[in-house]
């Protein structure tokens, strides 16, 4: 099934995990994941803006009204969680939760189609979800911390900021500085982790057991039972991946809803 | 763990879908979903206005239309008045008239039955005198008793 044939189960699922890596060590690059990320943003951000560009003010076609639907629902959505100014939360809430979609989306491709079609390009690897890359998801999360942080400064200037550090969440007295402190670096590095590994471990396990499966139906050339397993290992495949799509919008969503949450909580004074 | 430069273009690529969104693709649906949230508000209002107007006009035109019955009900009132105004008119002049065509009949008729009386009493006299000088032609000299006779013309 796939592209050049798998010695057993573990090439073939470590063929499917590996990036297309230029490089070596830390300055190393993933071509796969950089290419699928502008790939996925422009498809669908670009929708976005084509409808944008000729959105008219009169009575909407039913594209520009899905659209409109979408930008109502992402802001609604901010709304409820920060009260203050949407001008640059909203836009961006709707940047993550469409990129993160579409990047998502990326795993309901067939596995097996997408190694035929690389393995046709002589590529040697190609994994085509950029949110089961651990840079993306991190890279996400921590641009969501700097703009907490620069938000939080904004919001009570650099002295509420640090006084914050050492006086919340239990209260101004020279004792509890450390105690606050500490609490709150470890609050400061959860969320960002979180955040990517959340939406990394979800998309990697989905992607993962979409392999298992693909596996499972490579037995169906060995033996009858073999056929047998292969067909159940297809309706899985088919329920999994209906499944997923829930998982990839969900996971969208969630990431959305905390960035949100995040820079809505760096506005607040304690 | 895998981390490596890749992380930093993800991030700038991110930053690059988030100022994209900012700047053109957010503003641009917006404002076209506020302008037509205000379009709609300003045709409601419109109809609101035009509802409004029509009823103050059909109002108006209900007071119209009670003035002009009223004031035609007034000009039929005045015109049966003049009408009858008008035959009463009519009669007490033709009454006049008549009285007055009755007189001027009574009058002439006084007037032909004096000058009938006047002729009839003169030719009386005439024949009295005349029989009265066949009498007394002999003995009366009619210029002698000219006096007398004129007296019992008189008296006549």
């Keep these: 099934m796939a592209a050049e044939a798998p010695r057993n189960a573990s090439e073939y699922i470590g063929h499917h995990l590996t990036n297309l890596r230029v490089g070596e060590g830390f300055w190393a690059l993933h071509i796969d994941t950089i290419l699928m990320g502008w790939v996925t943003g422009l498809l669908g951000l670009g929708a976005f803006y084509l409808v944008a560009r000729g959105a008219t003010s009169g009575v909407p076609g039913r594209v520009q009204g899905f659209i409109e639907l979408l930008v109502e629902f992402v802001d609604d959505t901010v709304k409820g969680v920060f009260p203050g100014d949407r001008k640059f939360l909203a836009p961006l809430a709707l940047t993550i939760f469409v990129w993160v979609f579409m990047m998502n989306a990326m795993d309901l491709l067939p596995i097996d189609w997408v190694a035929t079609l690389v393995g046709a390009t002589g590529l040697p690897y190609w994994k085509v979800v950029p949110t089961t890359d651990l840079n993306t998801t991190f890279a996400m999360s921590l641009t969501i911390f700097f703009l907490t942080i ?104 969630i990431f959305m809803m905390l960035s949100c949450v995040y820079i809505a909580m760096a506005h607040e004074h304690h | 763990m895998n981390i490596n430069a890749t992380l930093f273009v993800q991030a700038l690529s991110f930053a690059a879908l988030i100022w994209f969104t900012v700047r053109f693709v957010w503003p641009m649906i917006t404002n076209a979903m506020d302008e037509r949230t205000k379009r709609i508000a300003d045709g409601l209002a419109a109809a609101e206005a035009g509802k409004q107007s029509l009823e103050r006009s059909s109002v108006q035109a209900e007071e119209a239309i009670a003035q002009a019955r009223g004031r035609a ?43 009938a009386r006047e002729t009839l009493r003169s030719q009386v006299a005439a024949l009295a005198v005349a029989g009265a000088e066949q009498i007394l032609r002999r003995e009366v000299d009619a210029k002698a008793h000219a006096d007398l006779i004129a007296a019992v013309q008189k008296q006549l």
């Design chain 1, 150 to 253: 620069f938000f939080s400064i904004k919001a009570k200037g650099a002295g509420g900021f640090v006084h914050e550090l050492f006086t919340a969440p239990f209260g101004n007295n020279p004792l509890l500085w450390i105690p606050n402190l500490a609490l709150n670096i470890i609050e400061y590095v959860a969320k960002p982790v979180s955040l990517a590994m959340r939406l990394f471990g979800n998309m990697y396990a989905g992607e993962l057991i979409f392999m298992l499966l693909g596996v499972m139906g490579t037995l169906a050339a060995l033996s009858f039972g073999g056929m047998l397993a292969g067909a159940a290992a297809g309706i899985l495949y088919w329920a999994w991946g209906v499944f997923h799509i829930l998982i990839i919008l969900l996971q969208a969503f």
């Design chain 2, 73 to 115: 009900a007034e000009i039929v009132a005045q015109a049966e008045k003049r009408a009858s105004q008008m035959i009463e008119e009519a009669k007490v002049s033709a009454k006049t008239e008549g009285e007055r065509l009755v007189a001027g009949a009574k009058a002439e008729i006084d007037q032909e039955a004096a000058r």
